[in-house]
């Protein structure tokens, strides 16, 4: 007979019993009324009787849900399976990190009935974890290494206490801790928390995952409130997208932010290099190992067959200008059509926003950091056959000399090396109030693996921001990079896969043999070792960029502010084949000079009006701009050259007729932005972009004219 059947049948029997006893009592002598008066009255005390009988069976369910004991069976089980377990036999609730469980591997559990506190014991054995017993809140944590004996404290007060957040909400699972000892507990719903027994001088420390911690003193007391300010109440930041900042929770725009620590984990004199892997919808593309190559950068995949696919790029705020990858303090990378409201057509590609870094108020810091590091070739599973080798496939369709055995060159081992790679900076910033500065120089220098390979590079920057008044701002950045590329030549990397391992490359006196020389075996008689002795190409390149940045506010919410730039390149390129190498023999010496120079001048004026009206925001942007851009080039060939000498005054004869040019342009542009922050309860409005947790945002396209 199971509990509802039990209840019923007493019910009924109480009833038909009451009955009888009122019939055989009273039925003489009282009339109708009396009787059912009394009918009424037994029925009452039989529904109070049953109610009273399935109260006390919910009591003993409830106490049985909810035991001390418990009973599992399980085997490679994870330790957080078993908390879980835990809690739904015993209501007692887990409070732990999960970082503290990674090194705790499967176990097996098999118990009946065992006591929550043994079980618990026997679980955490050997795990280097403990636990505390707070009401109904079981709290693990990781065991002291060095652990002594608990002590009783001595007497002392009780102390209760409510925990919120800075604007008054309840923290409920706040961990409270007496420091120094395992005793703690943590905040219920309504962020109360409750610890008996504490001396005077106790210390709580008191943490919760996203708000700084604290340490309190008791002091005697018997009531502590406490308040909980998060670690950030911005935690999305603040980027910097085309001419203004915004908030990232602002922004309906695809836009990805890395910061200079994330590029620094390489070691790169290109901002390409730096950047793989690390944006999402970025893709990065090497040509070679060729450190002079450079490498090219898609934004969300190839736009065009025939045009450019390089995004445009923005150096503190102007279009253009030129930087070291070690001075970059962030990169935004603007990634979809918006980007073109703000550039027009130049941004079809995204945007690449460089911002460099600045000095701060405060003591002078001076920061040397060095890189040093080694490459070489890989070559993977590819193999050139030796002379053994060559020589027994080759019999089978001609024969060979068995003397060509004699010889067993590794061309590719002649053509590659180890290169090394190295990196110096050195930097001060520092400031007052009004003045703030940043400076750096850097040197880099990386080998090709190929021989004669290499890259060198000299920059200075120098950032100074100077408050002239309350209203007015003058930034002045200066920018000059060197670089030289030593570009491989004389067919070296052609030459170390297709000359015969049977060619000796080397002399009797260990000088390199020339490659048409008697007995050479290879078709192409080249010897590279022979030619890169005599043979030159470099190019040689400097650029420079000086920046003067006015800001004045005119009123409150206006600012008018002035960005110029003057850009320069001076750019030479350099060919010479000596006429004792193979490659300058048809000529009796050859050289190539290649010269150019670019100017670009630019002039970014722009107003700003900001202003909030409770919770909404109003920001509008009026940019004009002017550029200026000029670029001229000339080459020049000569030959016959005497031997080592790279003017072209030495030229016996133009090879080739100077070609050369020039080309021009002006460039101007107005924009006109207006952007309106509206709270979400304005979820009706037109044109909105993006609902965020507070807020909506509707971004008026910007207008922009060019000419």
């Known amino acids: 007979m199971d509990f509802r059947t039990f209840c019923k049948c007493n019910c009924y029997a109480h009833t038909e019993r009451a009955e009888r006893l009122t019939k055989i009592s009273y039925h003489a002598a009282a009339g109708p009324g009396h009787s059912n008066r009394r009918k009424l009255k037994t029925l009452v005390r039989t529904m109070k009787l049953t109610t009273i009988l399935l109260l006390a069976a919910c009591v003993h369910i409830s106490a049985a849900s909810f035991s001390q004991t418990v009973t599992y069976s399980a085997e490679r089980v994870e330790l957080s399976k078993v908390f879980d377990a835990v809690k739904k036999q015993t209501g007692y609730v887990f409070f732990y990190n999960k970082n503290i469980l990674r090194n705790c591997g499967p176990l097996d559990v098999h118990v009946v009935n065992q006591p929550l506190e043994k079980f618990l014991r026997d679980i955490l054995a050997g795990k280097q974890l403990e636990y505390v017993i707070e009401d109904k809140a079981i709290i693990i944590s990781r065991s002291k290494e060095e652990s002594s004996p608990p002590q009783a404290l001595p007497p002392g007060n009780d102390l209760k206490g409510r925990i919120t957040d800075d604007k008054g909400h309840p923290l409920p699972g706040v961990s409270v801790k007496v420091k120094g000892t395992s005793r703690g507990t943590t905040t219920n719903a309504d962020g109360v928390y409750n610890l008996t027994n504490l001396p005077e001088n106790t210390v709580l420390e008191v943490s919760y995952l996203g708000f700084e911690s604290r340490e309190m003193n008791v002091q005697g007391k018997t009531t502590l409130d406490l308040q909980l300010i998060p670690v950030s109440k911005d935690i999305e930041g603040v980027t910097v997208v085309g001419y203004t900042s915004k908030n990232v929770k602002y922004l309906s725009s695809a836009v990805t932010t890395v910061t200079g620590e994330k590029l620094r984990d390489v070691t790169s004199n290109n901002l390409a290099g730096l950047l793989q892997g690390k944006a999402a919808g970025v893709t990065v593309s090497t040509p070679s190992g060729d450190p002079t190559a450079g490498s090219a950068i898609l934004v969300r995949g190839q736009s065009t067959l025939g045009a450019s696919s390089a ?37 079809a590609n995204g945007v690449i926003i460089i911002t460099t870094k600045q000095g701060k108020a405060g003591r002078s810091k001076i920061s040397f950091s060095s890189t040093t590091g080694f490459n070489k070739a890989n070559f993977g599973k590819f193999r050139l056959m030796d002379s053994r080798q060559l020589y027994d496939y080759q019999q089978t369709f001609t024969s060979r000399p068995d003397t060509v055995l004699n010889t067993n060159t590794n061309w590719l081992d002649l053509a590659f090396r180890t290169a090394m790679t190295q990196s110096y900076t050195l930097s001060a910033s520092g400031g007052s109030e009004r003045t703030q500065f940043f400076t750096s120089g850097n040197y880099y220098s990386e080998e090709g693996t190929l021989l004669t390979n290499k890259l060198t590079a000299y920059s200075f920057r120098t950032n100074v921001t100077h408050k002239i008044t309350d209203k007015l701002k003058v930034s002045v950045l200066v920018n000059g990079i060197f670089t030289k590329n030593d570009n491989q030549q004389s067919s070296t990397l052609y030459d170390a896969y297709t000359d015969l391992p049977w060619d000796n490359p080397f002399n009797r006196d260990g000088s390199p043999r020339p490659g048409n020389s008697d007995g050479w075996l290879g078709r192409d008689q080249h010897n590279f070792l022979h030619s890169l002795q005599y043979n030159l190409s470099y190019d040689k390149k400097f650029e420079g960029t000086g920046d003067l940045n006015i800001d004045y506010a005119i009123f409150k919410h206006f600012t008018i502010s002035s960005y110029n730039r003057a850009y320069f390149n001076s750019y030479k390129g350099v060919e010479y084949y000596d006429r004792r190498s193979q490659e300058g023999t048809a000529d009796n010496g050859y050289l190539s000079n290649e010269n150019s120079y670019t100017s670009r001048l630019l002039s970014s004026n722009r107003l700003r009006y ?98």
């Open 311 to 347: 995004p445009l790029y923005v150096v503190d705020g102007n279009i253009g200008g030129t930087f070291n990858p070690n001075d970059v303090e962030s990169v935004t990378i603007l990634k979809d059509a918006a980007a073109t409201g703000l550039y027009g057509s130049r941004a």
């Open 610 to 707: 900001d202003n909030s009206f409770g919770d909404h925001n109003l920001s509008v942007l009026a940019v004009q701009e002017g550029e200026k851009y000029y670029y001229d080039v000339n080459t020049a060939t000569g030959r016959g050259l005497p031997q080592g000498m790279t003017a072209m005054s030495t030229a016996t004869e133009v090879k080739n007729n100077p070609t050369g040019g020039w080309n021009q342009y002006s460039f101007t542009k107005w924009l006109a932005q207006p952007i309106i922050i509206l709270p979400t309860s304005i979820s009706w409005l037109p044109l909105m972009y993006m609902i965020s947790r507070r807020s909506s945002v509707i971004i008026i396209p910007a207008a922009a004219f060019t000419s």
